[in-house]
């Protein structure tokens, strides 16, 4: 039984490192809390529209994109892999970004190198409060906000994405809801992190072990 434990444990541990080495791809959820549609005077208030609240929607050649809601969050865990140097995520807003609809996310990276978060915004100031080190691109096309993220060598496994809509643009919406950041598209391509080369090396041996034992 410990063979057959150690064994689907090297697979596994094979099979991330062979992810590492994939095109890229959306992070693997590990945790989201969606917030409400709502009027800052909490005038209007209730839940997001269900064709918005399909999580699976930030995959690449998925159509729609996932709302945050307002004070929403979603957070991604690649361990025991790591972010690469650059992680892409697109926003939707119908009507194009404009200051009728204007929306904002925190990015939130956590791992070996500590924790850096920065802000970004569909309109005005594309980057708020950066720290950590990371820097990020918007690029505006149509209907679409595109953030780069350039982890600058860094190593994070953990991405949680807080909707801050309200904190930079709640006079907007005093007279019409908001359901938050839209995320159209989220990714980047996984690579292994030192201790994850360490399981490779340990899963192969894992195999051979398991080879070895068969044959006597």
């Not at 839940?47 to 399909?54: E, G, H, L, P």
């Not at 690469?84 to 970004?97: C, G, H, L, R």
């Not at 679409?144 to 350039?150: E, H, K």
């Not at 600058?152 to 309200?166: H, M, P, Q, R």
């Amino acid at each position: 039984m410990k063979v057959s434990v150690l064994t689907a444990a090297a697979i596994s541990t094979v099979a991330l490192a062979a992810a590492a080495q994939a095109a890229p791809v959306t992070p693997y959820l590990s945790e989201q809390s969606q917030g409400a549609f709502v009027e800052s005077d909490g005038e209007n208030s209730g839940s997001v529209d269900a064709s918005r609240s399909d999580i699976n929607a930030v995959n690449e050649g998925v159509s729609g994109f996932y709302s945050l809601g307002i004070d929403g969050f979603v957070s991604f865990d690649v361990s025991p892999l790591k972010f690469d140097q650059s992680v892409f995520s697109m926003e939707i807003t119908n009507d194009a970004p404009s200051s009728t609809f204007p929306e904002a996310a925190r990015f939130i990276f956590s791992g070996a190198d500590g924790t850096a978060s920065v802000d970004v915004a569909t309109f005005g100031d594309a980057v708020r409060t950066p720290t950590g080190g990371i820097s990020v691109t918007r690029t505006i096309s149509g209907d679409m906000s595109s953030f780069l993220f350039d982890l600058n060598g860094l190593s994070f496994s953990t991405l949680t994405i807080e909707d801050a809509t309200f904190d930079y643009f709640a006079d907007t919406y005093t007279s019409r809801g908001s359901d938050g950041f839209d995320i159209g598209e989220l990714q980047f391509t996984p690579v292994p992190a030192p201790g994850a080369i360490a399981l490779f090396g340990l899963g192969f041996a894992a195999l051979g072990l398991r080879r070895r034992r068969r044959a006597a």
